[in-house]
Nanobody
Framework: VQLQASGGGMVQAGGSLRLSCAAS????????FAWYRQHPGKQREQVAS???????VYAAPVQGRFTISRDNAENTVSLQMNSLEPEDTAVYYC???????????????WGQGTLVTVSS
C-alpha cells in the first residue's frame, strides 16, 4: 500500500488549506486514516483520525478548526484546515491502517510529508 499526499503550501494566518491523501495498492480494507504533524525538533503528533465508520478524533489545538473526512469509494482522506495559525506550521503526514486478509494482518503506512507554512 502506498500513500500519496498533496495540498501543502504557504498561507497567511487566518487562511485555509486542504490536504489530501490517496491510498493505492493491495489490501482487503482500510481500518482508519489519520493525519499527523511534526514541528521542527519535536515528535510527530496526531492531528486527527477517522475510523471506518466515520468516527473522528481531533487533537485539542485543532478542534473546531480542522475537519478530517474520507471517501471510501476513492480510498482518500482529506484534512480541511481553516483559521490557520503560525503554530500550525509543520510537516503533515497522512497515515493509514489497513487489513490484509491474505495473511490476516493489520499494517500501517505513512505518506510522504507535506509542508504547511502559516505566516503571521
Amino acid at each position: 500500500v502506498q500513500l500519496q499526499a498533496s495540498g501543502g503550501g504557504m498561507v497567511q494566518a487566518g487562511g485555509s488549506l486542504r490536504l489530501s491523501c490517496a491510498a493505492s495498492g493491495t489490501y482487503s480494507s482500510i481500518n482508519s486514516f489519520a493525519w499527523y504533524r511534526q514541528h521542527p525538533g519535536k515528535q510527530r503528533e496526531q492531528v486527527a483520525s477517522i475510523s471506518g465508520d466515520g468516527a473522528t478524533v481531533y487533537a485539542a489545538p485543532v478542534q473546531g478548526r480542522f475537519t478530517i473526512s474520507r471517501d471510501n469509494a476513492e480510498n482518500t482522506v482529506s484534512l480541511q484546515m481553516n483559521s490557520l495559525e503560525p503554530e500550525d506550521t509543520a510537516v503533515y503526514y497522512c497515515f493509514v491502517a489497513f487489513y490484509s486478509a491474505i495473511d490476516d494482518k493489520t499494517r500501517v503506512r505513512w505518506g510522504q510529508g507535506t509542508l504547511v507554512t502559516v505566516s503571521s
